[in-house]
């Protein structure tokens, strides 16, 4: 057993093997070992903040198209300081008061449709979020949840900023939210937390007009699970670092890197902000710099390669299962890799709940895809898995039926 596992057993905590992605609730992503080796270095050594949040940002801005860049410590923590830089803009004294937003324009307006646990990070900053449109596309009658009229009729003096999810199903189009937005001066926020790969998309959004973008550093990236970049406009960002760094600074003699704070166009040093209790220390900067230059680098077919493999393989094993018919889908519009889906009956001799269950409760847990319980079916995804893993997890789905 390798030193990385053992450690798990080591303080008495059962290990997970991943066969459901990238989910934050089993720990994310493997980090990538050169963000871990970046880290360690980085503990053993003293560094401003804000210069490494400084070089973190030249580094986003250069492969995100966008004028400036932020880490916070995950990409829902990136919303919450989005929210708080369209709302507070460059006034000290309401970046002060957040999440009071008393006098202030603080109305995020949402299509419904992408209305999602993670707005709470929005509303945390003091937003109260407006929502438009409807849910008729599932009735079958051809109608759009929301059209950019909706989103244009709602933006009022008290509109802060508009803010848009972004999945493949969503809709309406980014380049038309932006284009009724920007008529009305309104900047849009866009959530990408899970949208890489591919690379491409660092820049798509921004490219497409969104004012904010969040991702996640914890997810395809593999930077460390408490990161999350924000990429966007210059002025919001700086926005979002004076309410997140650390402000405890005498005024005669702070001096934060220029590229990331215009000190002569504020009075003084503004008070500890409402992104405080979200910081990122040395460490996780560092290891998020050293994993996006990687993931920048990393050879994207091969890695697709692997995973298709990797599903195949998996299914070659499913297909002598009695009672389980199989199907290798994604890989294509939602899901970053392929997955495999079985889908059980009545000779299968466990419901897929009963069967999902039982497997999380194992020891190592086995954690598989849950989203199509309602379908009799689990899901098989690549991503996390090493070739033995996979077996293995091919081992216990037989077991336990
Ligand atoms: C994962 C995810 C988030 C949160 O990302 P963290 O980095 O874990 O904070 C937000 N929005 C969406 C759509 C996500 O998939």
């Given amino acids: 057993m390798t030193k990385e596992r053992a450690i798990y057993d080591e303080i008495g905590v059962p290990r997970v093997i991943n066969a459901a992605g990238t989910k934050t609730r089993i720990g994310g992503s493997l980090?990538?070992?050169?963000?871990?080796?970046?880290?360690?270095?980085?503990?053993?050594?003293?560094?401003?903040?804000?210069?490494?949040?400084?070089?973190?940002?030249?580094?986003?801005?250069?492969?995100?198209?966008?004028?400036?860049?932020?880490?916070?410590?995950?990409?829902?923590?990136?919303?919450?300081?989005?929210?708080?830089?369209?709302?507070?803009?460059?006034?000290p004294g309401v970046m002060a008061r957040l999440p009071d937003t008393e006098g202030v324009a603080d109305e995020?307006?949402?299509?419904?449709?992408?209305?999602?646990?993670?707005?709470?990070?929005?509303?945390?900053?003091?937003?109260?979020?407006?929502?438009?449109?409807?849910?008729?596309?599932?009735?079958?009658?051809?109608?759009?949840?929301?059209?950019?009229?909706?989103?244009?009729?709602?933006?009022?003096?008290?509109?802060?900023?508009?803010?848009?999810?972004?999945?493949?199903?969503?809709?309406?189009?980014?380049?038309?939210?932006?284009?009724?937005?920007?008529?009305h001066d309104v900047p849009v926020i866009v959530d990408a937390a899970a949208e890489l790969p591919p690379k491409r998309n660092l820049s798509?959004?921004?490219?497409?007009?969104?004012?904010?973008?969040?991702?996640?550093?914890?997810?395809?990236?593999?930077?460390?699970?408490?990161?999350?970049?924000?990429?966007?406009?210059?002025?919001?960002?700086?926005?979002?670092a004076l309410q997140h760094l650390d402000m405890h600074a005498a005024a005669p003699v702070w001096d934060p890197p220029r590229e990331l704070v215009d000190v002569d166009s504020l009075d003084g040093v503004p008070r500890q902000g409402i992104g405080r209790p979200l910081k990122v220390g040395k460490e996780e900067l560092v290891g998020?710099?050293?994993?996006?230059?990687?993931?920048?680098?990393?050879?994207?077919?091969?890695?697709?390669?692997?995973?298709?493999?990797?599903?195949?393989?998996?299914?070659?094993?499913?297909?002598?299962?009695?009672?389980?018919?199989?199907?290798?889908?994604?890989?294509?519009?939602?899901?970053?890799?392929?997955?495999?889906?079985?889908t059980l009956d009545e000779a299968a001799g466990a419901t897929a709940a009963e069967l999902v269950l039982a497997l999380r409760r194992e020891n190592p847990r086995v954690f598989v895809g849950a989203d199509a319980l309602d379908e009799a079916t689990l899901t098989l995804n690549p991503m996390c898995l090493s070739d033995d893993e996979a077996d293995y997890v091919l081992d216990r789905i037989e077991a336990n039926l």
């Fill in 31 to 91: 980090i990538r070992p050169e963000a871990v080796e970046a880290m360690r270095d980085a503990a053993g050594a003293f560094a401003r903040i804000s210069d490494l949040q400084a070089r973190a940002g030249e580094l986003i801005r250069a492969c995100t198209n966008a004028e400036a860049g932020y880490v916070a410590s995950g990409a829902a923590a990136a919303m919450l300081l989005g929210a708080a830089a369209c709302i507070a803009r460059d006034d």
């Fill in 288 to 342: 998020l710099i050293r994993a996006l230059e990687r993931f920048l680098e990393e050879d994207a077919d091969a890695l697709r390669r692997e995973w298709t493999e990797r599903v195949e393989a998996m299914a070659t094993r499913a297909a002598d299962l009695e009672g389980v018919t199989h199907a290798i889908t994604g890989g294509g519009k939602v899901a970053a890799a392929p997955e495999l889906r079985l």
């Fill in 204 to 240: 798509r959004f921004v490219d497409a007009g969104a004012d904010l973008v969040v991702f996640s550093g914890g997810k395809a990236i593999r930077g460390p699970q408490s990161t999350g970049i924000l990429a966007g406009r210059a002025d919001l960002v700086e926005s979002a």
């Fill in 108 to 183: 995020i307006v949402m299509p419904r449709t992408h209305r999602t646990g993670y707005d709470h990070a929005l509303r945390t900053a003091g937003a109260t979020i407006v929502d438009v449109g409807t849910n008729d596309r599932h009735l079958g009658t051809g109608s759009e949840n929301v059209e950019p009229w909706e989103i244009e009729a709602a933006i009022t003096d008290d509109t802060a900023a508009v803010a848009y999810v972004q999945k493949e199903y969503t809709s309406p189009p980014l380049g038309s939210v932006v284009e009724v937005a920007h008529r």
